[in-house]
């Protein structure tokens, strides 16, 4: 079982530019969630979806957007990034109740 | 206004002793606790978890204390080993399936 992954692993962007980051969830697993990482900080979250529908939203600007496909794999999209958009983002899957399994994350640098 | 709180940045324990994360929340209606913990350059792995019904909950070296009255939990690692230095986030959420929000994190340094 390959648990969570994540693709890239590491990104460079331009501010103003726009980025998809991918999620491949545990085999079993049918939930995604999509967290923020800053320096230093806890992870915060993003999004949650579920059937192919967000069910939870963090705090985070409509820029953030996400989708969540069939095979339950999951895109982040960030429209018209600003140099604060620099942190890890981190996916997580679940199934039911179960506790989250995370990725290595995708480190976004926005210059 | 942050609702999971760990006050002490980093935390350093002798190979073989206690380590104790100290972890507080504000918002009365979380109801499941986790703890994760996180090396550098990988994704944080679920530890050990307590659901507000239960006061500890206990898997090999890690015991969860739960205290609702005072909205306060700690992780207790014992014996400590090197290999358990990492960073250590205490999260809460109001069901097991719910969002989770994740405290800043206590960096815990094993001396060998």
């Known amino acids: 079982d390959a648990g969570v992954t994540q693709s890239p692993t590491h990104l460079i962007k331009t501010r103003g530019q726009q980025v998809t980051l991918r999620c491949s969830p545990k085999?079993?697993?049918?939930?995604v969630s999509w967290y923020q990482q800053a320096l230093g900080q806890g992870p915060q979250f993003i999004f949650q979806y579920y059937e192919e529908e967000e069910r939870q939203r963090g705090n985070f600007p409509d820029r953030f957007s996400g989708h969540q496909f069939p095979n339950y794999s999951s895109e982040l999209n960030v429209n018209a990034l600003l140099l604060g958009d620099s942190a890890l983002y981190l996916c997580?899957?679940?199934?039911?109740?179960?506790?989250?399994?995370f990725g290595q994350g995708t480190r976004l640098t926005v210059v | 206004d942050q609702q999971v709180k760990q006050n002490s940045p980093s935390l350093s324990v002798q190979e073989g002793r206690i380590s104790i994360l100290n972890c507080d929340y504000t918002n009365s209606m979380f109801d499941y606790f986790l703890w994760y913990k996180k090396y550098p350059a990988e994704g944080p792995t679920f530890l050990i978890s307590i659901s507000s019904i239960k006061d500890k909950n206990e898997d090999g070296r890690f015991t969860v204390f739960l205290n609702k009255s005072a909205k306060h939990l700690s992780l207790h690692i014992v014996p400590s080993q090197p290999g358990d230095s990492a960073v250590y986030f205490c999260?809460?959420?109001?069901?097991?399936?719910?969002?989770?929000?994740f405290g800043p994190g206590t960096s815990l340094s094993v001396i060998p």
């Open positions: 997580a899957s679940s199934f039911s109740n179960t506790e989250a399994f």
């Open positions: 085999s079993g697993h049918d939930t």
């Open positions: 999260a809460a959420s109001m069901t097991s399936y719910d969002k989770v929000i």
